[in-house]
């Protein structure tokens, strides 16, 4: 096959296609995306790469260049190259001048001026990758890469992204605070194309105007990013077509919550947070809009329940200890059940289960499962949010319904979610960004963690023509509630 984009193999390909990676060196991290995104042998485009970062990293990006073999171009010499394969902006050095909401304006106001520069100077189809980190001061949580993404993607094709995840300190690890920041950044990836846009944005995301992150220090050590081993899910849980692991659960009901404390999933599935919750000694409540999957998650509660008869303090009325219930979570308010101390969830990822062909819905197809909540044209399916097809209407829905529970989590409570950002039909979606940035209207956005997936076979989408990542990594976001409306 005709390796059209780069002069890479296989070998080298595929592992870059994982949407995250263990940040090592600067070296290493522009080295590698040189000889990704970098033709040498073209006749059609000149060999010629663009950096701009700090002056240090000014000198590694020179060096990794020439050693492979590209034109290197920085700073005020963009406008010695006639035309570009690749460019790179390393925004991380320069974070330390953003300390409030005009040092950012000022920043992001020269990257996206050097952006519209680029985006002249770059062959058709070729990429401008950014990388840069969302900010954590004393006080405040500020995502300011989704900021920079949703704002250049109204004149750049937003293509990809990357995590780039650092080794947790020695000396932070000590500490003990909610998040240690500094623990990963985000490498976005850019295309001109023909859907790069003319538009400037006008969005005001407003969230610089963000509330005072609440003091976490009692609940210890967070990590912004990890890799589970979880159990192999067993015949009942190999139903659903999205399960998340009870591991995941653990390690929040740990931070966020307290023995007897009551937690929801308002879209539970099988019941995996409830199942978490019993097996922690906490009150629980799950809803769940399909009748086939809540008897799941039914039978796994009372499963656990009986294996743990010591867990519980008595006397217990089981009917208030935990509960499932077949329910449209629109419906909550006729179930009663009282004030909330924490939310943990993941929604349907818009309508992605009904994109046939996708990987992992052929494979579930051959295995005879399910491969969808609900089927879109029964009267259940209608209630499904999994079956909506336009992705505005979705959003506006799912920021209904998590406003509502807002008004039911007790003062200070915290609600955690898990998505994903979305690629569908070559558009990405930015689901998590989107969602986030709505719920910020209300709720005190913490800073996020990212569960990664290491156990997934990568699959060579675009190999030999373009870069399209594997996603394997899941957002899990947190909100908090303002102790005072
Ligand atoms: C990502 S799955 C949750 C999986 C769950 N966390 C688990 O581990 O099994 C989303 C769930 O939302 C449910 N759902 C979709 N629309 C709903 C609605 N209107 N009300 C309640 N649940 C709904 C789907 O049936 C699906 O089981």
Not at 168 to 184: G, K, M, V, Y
Not at 231 to 240: D, T, Y
């Amino acid at each position: 096959m005709i390796n059209r984009f780069n002069n890479i193999d296989s070998k080298e390909w595929l592992p870059y296609q994982k949407s995250w990676f263990k940040f090592t060196t600067d070296e290493d991290l522009f080295r590698k995306s040189i000889r990704f995104f970098m033709k040498f042998d073209s006749e059609e485009m000149d060999r010629n790469f663009f950096f701009w970062g700090n002056p240090e990293q000014d000198k590694i990006a020179k060096n990794c260049a020439l050693e492979e073999a590209a034109h290197f171009f920085s700073g005020d010499k963009l406008n010695n190259a006639s035309q570009l394969q690749f460019a790179l902006l390393d925004v991380r050095g320069m974070m330390e001048q953003v300390v409030d909401e005009q040092s950012w304006q000022k920043l992001k106001a020269q990257i996206l001026n050097l952006a519209a520069q680029l985006k002249e100077k770059l062959y058709h189809r070729r990429f401008l990758s950014i990388i840069i980190p969302n900010l954590q001061t004393e006080d405040h949580y500020f995502p300011l890469a989704w900021d920079l993404a949703k704002t250049l993607s109204a004149t750049l094709s937003l293509k990809d992204e990357k995590i780039g995840c650092m080794e947790i300190p020695e000396s932070t690890a000590s500490q003990n605070h909610f998040h240690t920041d500094n623990q990963l950044f985000y490498q976005l990836f850019f295309r001109t194309d023909e859907k790069s846009g003319t538009q400037e944005s006008t969005e005001d995301f407003g969230f610089l105007k963000h509330q005072r992150l609440p003091d976490f220090q009692h609940k210890g050590l967070f990590p912004s990013w990890f890799i589970l081993k979880p159990k192999p899910r067993n015949r009942k849980e190999i139903l659903h077509p999205a399960k998340f692991p009870e591991e995941l659960v653990n390690l929040y009901l740990d931070v966020f919550t307290r023995e007897k404390d009551l937690v929801l999933d308002p879209m539970c599935g099988t019941g995996s947070t409830v199942v978490a919750a019993i097996a922690k000694n906490r009150n629980t409540v799950g809803i769940e809009l399909s009748e086939f999957f809540s008897k799941i998650a039914s039978e796994r509660c009372h499963s656990v329940y009986h294996q743990n008869p010591n867990l519980f303090e008595k006397p217990i009325d089981r009917e208030t200890f935990f509960k499932v219930i077949n329910k449209d979570i629109r419906e909550i308010d006729s179930a009663d059940i009282g004030h909330l101390d924490y939310v943990f969830t993941s929604p349907p990822y818009w309508n992605m289960l009904n994109m046939k062909g996708a990987e992992n819905q052929a494979k579930r197809v051959r295995r005879g499962l399910q491969v969808n909540y609900s089927d879109p044209e029964s009267e259940l399916g209608k209630l499904d949010l999994g079956n909506m097809d336009s992705y505005e209407e979705f959003l506006d829905e799912l920021e209904k319904i998590y406003n509502h529970l807002f008004e039911l989590l007790k003062p200070g409570a915290v609600m955690t979610i898990v998505v994903k950002n979305i690629k569908k039909h070559g558009s990405n979606y930015p689901f998590a960004w989107d969602l986030a940035l709505r719920l910020m209207k209300k709720m005190i956005l913490l800073p996020e963690s990212f569960w990664l997936q290491d156990d997934i076979s990568i699959a060579p989408y675009g190999f030999g023509n373009t870069f399209v990542s594997n996603t394997f990594h899941q957002y899990c976001l947190s909100f908090s509630k303002p102790l005072t409306p």
